[in-house]
């Protein structure tokens, strides 16, 4: 909080998506409809996973983490969004606002790393298949698990806090529909080129390390598969790995034109799509890649639909 110019802010107004009460409620129905999907996809692709014996391998821990993951990551923005198209006060506390935006970052770079162990899990399945139940045995993935929610929330410490520490001189309307990083900083009334300069710089490392990784993982699987004589063999090796960089290609995609890009040439409204992309069209996305294209998650879900897992 600033207490320049004798002013605190104690509360931010969203503007959020539209002022027209048409269309608010036409967006509440269509977002509540996608919220509903989300829930319903990732909630069946845990109870899948948990339920079928034969899915208990890493690949699809790592798939279960990763619905789990997106369950959070949408309800950390989805219900507030939801609850604000139906209201005249669009209001939200200082800190309200800061957890928000410290819980959604937190789980999107939760995410960013988990997607890189996800590369790294189908590099040793591929690369090495001899030694794979050795080197992903059950404590390593565990421990990889929660080693990506550690580095995840421990990382966004420092987004946040340079974020918080910005003059805003009474300035407390935020055109977005949740609490982010550029729309805080957009609402500063001193100059913050340096504090820009370090989110960027700190921003470009957490995203493009695990890209880097992946994109090299994924090199020497590509290389790999090319040796394996059997075309059937590599028609199942890259379908296995297909799904997983369709997820990676989206996900980061509209993380690094939310966060790597300069504030000056954001155009207006193009946030929020971008927003609503990786908040909301790719968990809800997810487990319909992974269920269509993948012939071991569609068989556990005949299996589990005659035993009446979901019932």
């Known amino acids: ?27 509440f129905f269509v977002f509540l409809y996608v919220y509903i999907i989300i829930l319903i996809g990732n909630i069946s692709i845990i109870t899948l996973i948990l339920s079928d014996v034969s899915l208990h ?35 939200i506390s200082y800190a309200e606002c800061a957890a928000q935006m410290y819980i959604s970052l937190s789980l999107g770079e939760n995410e960013c790393i988990l997607l890189a162990v996800m590369a790294y899990d189908r590099y040793v ?3 090495y298949p001899l030694h ?8 390593v993935c565990v421990r990889l698990s929660i080693s990506t929610w550690i580095c995840g929330f421990l990382l966004s410490i420092s987004h946040v806090s340079l974020t918080l520490s910005v003059d805003l001189c009474g300035n407390n309307e935020i055109n977005h529909f949740l609490c982010e990083v550029p729309e805080i900083l957009s609402l500063a009334c001193e100059n913050i080129l340096f504090i820009e300069f370090i ?3 700190v921003g470009v490392i957490i995203l493009m390390t695990p890209v880097t990784f992946i994109v090299i993982s994924y090199v020497q699987i590509i290389v790999s598969i090319l040796k394996i004589a ?33 504030r000056s040439s954001s155009l207006p409204g ?37 035993r009446k897992c979901f019932c």
């Open 270 to 306: 193009t946030d929020k799509l971008i927003a609503i992309f990786y908040f909301i069209v790719t968990p809800m996305l997810n487990p319909m890649i992974y269920t269509l294209r993948n012939n071991d998650v569609k068989s556990a879900f005949l299996k589990c639909r005659k």
């Open 1 to 27: 909080m600033s207490w320049k110019n004798q002013t605190v802010v104690t509360e931010f107004i969203l503007l959020g998506l539209s002022s027209e009460p048409r269309t608010k409620i036409i967006l």
């Open 230 to 262: 059997s075309s059937a063999g590599q028609q199942k090796a890259f379908s296995t790995c297909g799904s997983h960089m369709m997820v990676v290609t989206m996900f980061y995609g509209s993380a690094m034109a939310a966060y790597m890009k300069p």
């Open 199 to 201: 989110i960027f710089v």
């Open 57 to 91: 391998t890493p690949m699809y821990f790592f798939l279960c983490n990763l619905s789990f993951v997106d369950l959070c990551y949408s309800s950390s923005t989805v219900p507030r969004m939801l609850k604000d198209l139906m209201s005249v006060k669009k209001t």
């Open 132 to 139: 794979y139940t050795t080197i992903m045995s059950k404590m």
């Open 125 to 127: 399945a591929i690369c």
